[in-house]
């Protein structure tokens, strides 16, 4: 595609609830990020992967996080249990996979926990 | 760990004046600092991508500049315009993931 999309652009959930968040990198782009990022900060990593597999999981904040990426394209975050401090901007990004790549970001999943 | 700061918070120009943003990193083994800009309730655009083994790198109005062995990078606007208003981060890549500053909010005042 022409950029990296994601979907919902918006969530409202109940505490406690389950919910997924899916992240369309550009085509043929091999790493693929998710980050999160609450007002007034700046983007804070969550996990890595380059193709299918998750080459760095070392920011997920707990085991109610997990992200899969099973063809080594689209990407789904899944949170369970959610609570209210769950609620940002889940960002995603896409690059080409080598280290000296430009990494080029989607607009975004606004989750609001209620 | 890395740790990504940028100077000033926040800045406020009239439009026309030509003006710097600063960003410094801890930890010098980075592969390459990427500045974006985000528009509010917005995602990152990315703006310039400087390699590790690059001084600087142009684009437009825009002029990046990186100093690894310092830990410093500037983002050059000249002639600033009202359309420029947004935040702006910089990001250093070390390989498995992007350390981001908390950025700085321009206004550029018509």
């Known amino acids: 595609g022409a950029g990296v999309s994601q979907t919902p652009s918006n969530k409202v959930t109940e505490k406690g609830k389950y919910v997924e968040l899916r992240c369309d990198p550009i085509?043929?782009?091999?790493?693929l990020y998710w980050y999160r990022q609450s007002l007034g900060q700046g983007p804070e990593f969550l996990i890595y992967?380059?193709?299918?597999?998750?080459?760095?999981d070392s920011g997920l904040p707990n085991d109610r996080f997990f992200a899969v990426r099973p063809e080594g394209s689209v990407s789904t975050l899944k949170i369970q249990r959610t609570e209210r401090g769950d609620s940002a901007v889940y960002l995603c990004a896409s690059s080409q996979g080598q280290m000296n790549t430009e990494a080029f970001f989607g607009q975004g999943t606004r989750l609001t926990v209620v | 760990k890395q740790e990504v700061t940028q100077i000033p918070a926040a800045l406020s120009v009239p439009e026309g004046e030509n003006l710097v943003l600063n960003c410094s990193f801890t930890d010098s083994a980075i592969y390459n600092l990427q500045w974006f800009r985000q528009d509010p309730g917005k995602g990152l655009t990315s703006l310039l991508l400087i390699q590790s083994s690059q001084r600087e790198q142009t684009s437009g109005r825009l002029n990046a500049s990186l100093d690894k062995s310092s830990g410093r990078s500037t983002l050059y606007i000249a002639a600033s315009q009202p359309g420029d208003s947004a935040t702006y981060l910089c990001a250093v890549n070390t390989g498995n993931q992007f350390y981001f500053g908390t950025g700085t909010s321009l206004t550029v005042i018509p």
């Open positions: 085509s043929g782009h091999t790493a």
């Open positions: 992967f380059q193709g299918t597999g998750a080459a760095d």
